[in-house]
């Protein structure tokens, strides 16, 4: 998943437009805007959902993620056709945990249904920011009452084990059993170790019901490169448990794999292996540069079954390299169990080939203010753990392309602060279409105390909105800092008409 230097390629779009990659067949979820990486995916409620990471944060908006401590949303997003997706915004991020000491969030899944609710499990980095290393993970549980969140740390510190330590993990994955039972399959949280552990899970779904056994994986391959590297995922598939993962080749001379990470995959007859009996087959294969990260998820959807994974994003920035966006394809199993190996560059993905169209779910629980697709007048401002906000000056507006506010939006809530004390006049508008549009909203700003002194505002609107816009979100006001910044915004969320506020 990680500590790899991303090369460049070539990736043009145009958002909620049909796209079409210019150098590649390569079908991208969220092509030319949102970075996102590390996918798990699950059919809930008739429709295809993804779950990622986020590199920080979009095309529009791209910053340093040097060692991937830039990591700080995960993201949840949908589709019925693979063709049309919904972005339903942040469900989980740095600022949901107070134990975060490293401020990144790595690879987890979440959307987990169980008796009602939803489940999520995620890594965050505990040793400190400063430390030049990719560092030391430790596991969250988390519950939400919707699947696209928000979600709640269920303990407020890390998950235990049944010795009563924190569980170091990373690639938290739950599968269950032959015998019916969730078990929680996750790999090592020290990024210098390359292990991979399970144990069956609570009837709770956030504690372990018995002590973590050490699988069996493949170690170096006979040209000495590193087999098993990170992100285990098993599946059973024609009476077998086939293991998938991460490997990490580095290229050691004649006959020996080309350098890059692939996806990899062996098998044995129980689910606790050894997986180290079989040769291992690749599944994806490395993109062109052979330096790039890559990562698995696998799901079936409406009896089919499918492989999602990231690739890296193509820019001429100095942030290039740590970017990354989710391929989904179809997972073929050949006869006698393999699968056929994925090339990304000449990968089609499902649904209409270059086509990608994507919204933006108004009611989604948080959108971050980083998210925007147009700016003027708002400068970007790193903030408390991970996330950034957006400072505006007078005039200064943020633009939101696509926005379905489905049957009615009635209330709009938004984080905002202000350090200045002699602001005067200071609101926000919310706009539909562009900056000179309607007014649907009118939140006031007053002095918070502080950049990070946030205030949560809820407002409701003149009107309920419905349909799909553009949005825009306006600063207005006088008295600002030495550069005229008036406040600065985080996020913001949209109610449904007939409820009090934003959940």
Not at 6 to 26: D, K, P
Not at 68 to 96: E, K, N
Not at 443 to 450: D, E
Not at 486 to 492: P, Q, R
Request: hydrophobic share 35%.
């Amino acid at each position: 998943m990680k500590r790899f230097k991303r090369r460049a390629r070539l990736c043009i779009a145009c958002l909620a437009l049909s796209t079409t990659t210019s150098a590649e067949a390569q079908k991208l979820v969220t092509p030319g805007y949102l970075f996102n990486s590390d996918p798990t995916c699950r059919e809930i409620g008739g429709r295809f959902y993804l779950f990622t990471t986020q590199d920080p944060f979009t095309a529009q908006f791209q910053r340093d993620n040097t060692f991937f401590r830039g990591m700080y949303a995960y993201h949840a997003l949908s589709t019925s056709d693979f063709d049309q997706w919904v972005d339903h915004g942040s469900i989980l991020t740095g600022r949901d945990v107070t134990w975060n000491a490293g401020g990144a969030l790595w690879d987890g899944d979440a959307g987990i249904p169980y008796r009602g609710r939803y489940y999520a499990y995620a890594p965050f980095r505990v040793n400190a920011k400063g430390e030049q290393n990719y560092g030391r993970f430790q596991l969250g549980a988390f519950v939400a009452d919707r699947l696209d969140g928000p979600y709640r740390d269920v303990f407020g510190a890390p998950m235990k084990g049944v010795d009563g330590k924190p569980v170091e993990a990373l690639s938290p994955y739950v599968v269950n059993g032959d015998d019916g039972s969730p078990y929680l399959l996750w790999g090592s949280g020290d990024t210098e170790k390359h292990e991979v552990w399970m144990a069956r899970l609570n009837p709770d779904m956030t504690s372990l019901a018995q002590k973590p056994r050490r699988l069996s994986v493949p170690g170096r391959d006979a040209c000495g490169n590193l087999e098993y590297f990170e992100s285990p995922m098993l599946l059973k598939t024609g009476g077998r448990w086939v293991l998938t993962y991460v490997a990490y080749k580095d290229a050691k001379g004649p006959g020996c794999d080309a350098k890059g990470s692939y996806v990899r995959y062996t098998s044995a007859a129980g689910m606790f292996g050894p997986f180290d009996r079989e040769a291992p087959r690749t599944l994806i294969y490395p993109s062109p540069g052979g330096q790039e990260s890559t990562q698995q998820g696998m799901c079936t959807y409406r009896g089919e079954s499918y492989l999602a994974y990231h690739v890296p994003y193509d820019d001429v920035t100095p942030y290039a390299d740590h970017h990354r966006q989710v391929a989904v394809t179809r997972l073929r199993i050949l006869p006698g169990g393999s699968f056929a190996p994925v090339h990304p560059e000449t990968d089609e993905g499902v649904g209409t080939p270059g086509v990608a169209r994507l919204t933006l779910d108004a009611f989604g629980s948080r959108r971050e203010a980083a998210e925007f697709h147009a700016r003027t007048g708002a400068t970007g401002e790193a903030g408390l753990a991970g996330e950034f906000q957006m400072k505006m000056k007078p005039g200064g507006y943020l633009i939101f392309r696509s926005m379905d506010f489905g049957d009615g939006a009635g209330a709009f809530r938004a984080e905002v602060s202000a350090e200045t004390p002699t602001i005067r006049s200071a609101i926000l508008e919310v706009r539909l279409e562009n900056a000179a549009g309607p007014v649907v909203a009118t939140v006031v700003v007053s002095p918070t105390g502080g950049r990070t002194r946030y205030a949560v505002r809820d407002v409701p609107l003149r009107r309920p909105v419905s349909g799909l816009h553009d949005l825009a979100l306006v600063a207005r006001g006088t008295g600002g800092d030495a550069e005229g910044h008036l406040f600065n915004i985080t996020w913001f969320s949209f109610a449904r008409a007939g409820t009090r506020a934003p959940r």
